[in-house]
């Protein structure tokens, strides 16, 4: 499962110096596969650890058997809200600096990236998750064959607590493994 680095820990140090670079979040990933030995997996991302699988797939696609994208989709090189990221100040009542907010925009990826991508790729997200709007559609637009589940009645934080989410899931890796990349 991908995910981002201890947020405190990372957030406190690492960002001041490097404002979380989208490729130490992706490599963090293909490093822990390397501890375990793992040379080829089946990658669950959810929420920014969607932006990361992505990211991932794209980067190091040799070391992904499929992926599944929890409650995310593509984040567009050069678009509105890869900028927005770029700019966004962060906000006052949070622990995350802003620093760390503006590292998602290094996420992106392009078109081409995402067309090139050859193994079996999922989508499961909230029926009433922003994000299926903002970065699923576009998606679906360019992957018309990358099959989206929605979680009927979630949103994007109580999405992964539906029973419908893990059945989902286990569906989407069930099937992936059955079907060859292409």
């Known amino acids: 499962i991908a995910s ?3 947020r ?6 690492l960002a001041r110096l490097y404002e979380i670079r989208a490729r130490l979040m992706v490599e963090d990933v293909v490093r822990l596969m ?4 793992v040379r080829k997996a089946h990658v669950v991302g959810y929420s920014l650890g969607g932006m990361i699988t992505l990211k991932l797939l794209t980067m190091h696609p ?5 992926a599944v994208l929890g409650r995310m989709g593509w984040l567009k090189a050069d678009s509105p809200l890869q900028h927005f990221w770029e700019e966004i100040k962060g906000r006052r009542n949070t622990k995350v600096p802003a620093a760390c907010v503006r590292g998602i925009a290094k996420l992106a990826v392009t078109e081409d990236q995402i067309k090139a991508v050859r193994v079996p790729v999922s989508i499961i997200i909230g029926e009433r ?6 970065y699923v559609e576009p998606l679906l637009r360019v992957r018309p064959d990358w099959p989206e589940h ?3 009645g979630a949103g ?3 999405c ?4 419908d989410f893990k059945a989902q899931l286990e569906a989407a890796l069930d099937q992936s493994r059955r079907r060859p990349a292409r």
């Open 156 to 158: 994007h934080i109580n």
């Open 62 to 66: 040799e070391r992904v058997s499929s």
């Open 4 to 6: 981002a680095r201890n």
């Open 34 to 37: 390397d501890h375990l030995h």
């Open 150 to 152: 929605v979680v009927q």
């Open 129 to 134: 998750d922003p994000c299926r709007r903002l």
């Open 160 to 163: 992964v607590t539906r029973p």
């Open 8 to 13: 405190e820990r990372t957030c406190g140090w």
